[in-house]
């Protein structure tokens, strides 16, 4: 059998909390800022949590993080 790798992808872009929750980055933050509005840019602030609905494949691509 071929060994279980990490995507590295993956693991640069997530990371596992203490909870069992994975946290995530904001998309849509990175360029054309000029036509976004303050308030909706002020929202994309921080990080937030991966669905409920993403973690079987958080768990595939993460396969030693303990999902």
Do not use: D, W, Y
Not at 29 to 47: E, F, M, Q, V, Y
Not at 61 to 67: D, H, I, N, Q, V
């Amino acid at each position: 059998m071929p060994k279980m790798k990490t995507k590295k992808s993956a693991a640069k872009r997530f990371r596992v909390r203490p909870g069992g929750t994975v946290k995530r980055g904001q998309a849509f933050k990175r360029h054309i800022l000029t036509k976004k509005s303050t308030t909706r840019k002020r929202h994309l602030r921080g990080a937030t949590n991966v669905h409920e609905t993403n973690m079987a494949g958080m768990a595939q691509m993460l396969p030693f993080a303990g999902l």
